[in-house]
């Protein structure tokens, strides 16, 4: 099994940028792509962003236009960049294997997760 760290996370001002990075040891980042997903006290996890093994990305609407999922396939990282952040976006963040945006399976244990806050 993998072990999922993200990091990256911190507390901004609405419409400031933070870069998250997902470090992944054990697997491959390519081996079911990988997803970024939030959640907050008492919500579900929601998936936000996802790449595929080939390369596609796909966005949940809430965030679609702002934030960017990317991979670094040498080093075994995977990146959201999040642009224009706003209150709602304050979640716990966090990655995981998954084969594509619609499928409802992820591969590996959830790591700690990172921490955005975005407030004025």
């Known amino acids: 099994q993998a072990q999922l760290v993200e990091s990256g996370g911190g507390s901004v001002q609405p419409g400031g940028s933070l870069l998250l990075s997902c470090v992944v040891s054990?697997?491959?980042?390519?081996?079911?792509?990988m997803g970024w997903f939030r959640q907050t006290p008492g919500k579900q996890r929601d998936l936000v962003a996802h790449i595929s093994r080939d390369g596609i990305t796909n966005y949940a609407d809430s965030v679609k236009g702002r934030f960017i999922i990317s991979r670094d396939d040498a080093n075994n990282i995977v990146y959201l960049q999040m642009n224009s952040l706003k209150p709602e976006d304050t979640a716990v963040y966090y990655c995981?294997?998954?084969?594509?945006?619609?499928?409802?399976?992820?591969?590996?244990?959830w790591g700690q997760g990172t921490q955005v806050t975005v407030s004025s």
């Open positions: 054990g697997s491959s980042i390519l081996t079911y792509g």
């Open positions: 995981n294997g998954r084969r594509s945006f619609d499928s409802g399976s992820t591969y590996y244990k």
